[in-house]
C-alpha cells in the first residue's frame, strides 16, 4: 500500500479538518446513528438492524466522498456505502487495535492472535457484520426475494478478486484514520505521518497495513465459510 507524505504542518491541518468534520461518524454506523440498537433476530442469526439501515440509506443515495483543502486531497473514499457498513466497521477495529501493535515493532502481526480477536469481536461481531451485510443482499426491487446473503455480498463487492484486496487496504486504511481522528486519538493519527525513527525499520504505515491484511484474511474466510452453508 502506497502512503501519502504531507509535511507536518499539512498533516496538522488535515487532522483538524478531520476532528471539524461532522461527518466523521459516517466510518461505523454506530457514530453515524448516534444509538445503539437491539439486534434482531432475522433467519435464526442476530442482526443488527441499525447497521444494515445505515448501509441501505447510503446504497440508495450513493457517492463518492472527496475532501481538498488548500490543493491537499484530505480524504477520499470510493463508496460511501462501503464507509457506512463493513469497512467502517472494520476501520474501526483497525482503529483501535494497530496502535496496540506499534508498540512493538519488531512484532509482525501475520496470523489473529486472541488480543487481535477479542478487539475485532468488539467492534466487528458477528451481528454487527450480518447487518453491513444485509445492506447489500436486500433485494430492493423484489421485497422478499429471498436471495443468499453473504453470497450475493460477496459477488456485489467483488471479494475475492486480487484488485480487491488492494482496493480494500486503501479503503479501511481512510476509514482507520477518520475513526482516530473522531476519537481524538491525534497522537496515533499523526505517527502515520511521521518519519519513523532510524532505530526502527518499519514505518507505523506498514504496520497498519499488516494489521489490514490480517483482517482481510479474516473477513473473508468468515464470509466463504458462510456462503458454503446457504
Known amino acids: 500500500m502506497t502512503t501519502p507524505v504531507l509535511r507536518a504542518s499539512e498533516v496538522r491541518r488535515c487532522v483538524l479538518l478531520l476532528l471539524l468534520l461532522p461527518w466523521v461518524g459516517l466510518f461505523g454506523c454506530r457514530d453515524a446513528l448516534g444509538v445503539s440498537l437491539r439486534a ?5 442469526l442476530p442482526v443488527d438492524i441499525g447497521n444494515t439501515w445505515a448501509g441501505l440509506d447510503a446504497r440508495l443515495r450513493p457517492f463518492k466522498v472527496r475532501v481538498i483543502v488548500a490543493g491537499i486531497l484530505v480524504l477520499e473514499t470510493r463508496s460511501n456505502q462501503e464507509a457506512a457498513s463493513y469497512v467502517g466497521d472494520l476501520g474501526r477495529v483497525v482503529a483501535n487495535y494497530a496502535p496496540i501493535v506499534t508498540r ?11 488480543e487481535f480477536q477479542k478487539v475485532y469481536n468488539d467492534f466487528a461481531s458477528q451481528e454487527d457484520l450480518l447487518g453491513d451485510i444485509d445492506s447489500y443482499s436486500v433485494p430492493l426491487d423484489a421485497p422478499g426475494g429471498g436471495r443468499k446473503r453473504c453470497s450475493t455480498f460477496m459477488a456485489h463487492v467483488k471479494l475475492l478478486l486480487p484488485a480487491t484486496s488492494e482496493a480494500f487496504n486503501k479503503e479501511v486504511f481512510v476509514a482507520s484514520q477518520c475513526v482516530l481522528a473522531g476519537d481524538k486519538k491525534i497522537p496515533a493519527l499523526l505517527e502515520l505521518y ?20 490480517v483482517m482481510l484474511d479474516a473477513f473473508t474466510s468468515w464470509c466463504q465459510k458462510r456462503a458454503r452453508s446457504e
Do not use: M, T, Y
Not at 434482531?40 to 435464526?44: F, R, S
Not at 511521521?194 to 491484511?213: C, G, T, Y
Open 40 to 44: 434482531l433476530d432475522i433467519h435464526g
Open 104 to 114: 512493538f515493532l519488531w512484532q509482525k502481526l501475520d496470523k489473529p492472535n486472541p
Open 194 to 213: 511521521e518519519q519513523p525513527d532510524v532505530s526502527l525499520d518499519r514505518p507505523r504505515a506498514v504496520i497498519f497495513s499488516e494489521v489490514i491484511k
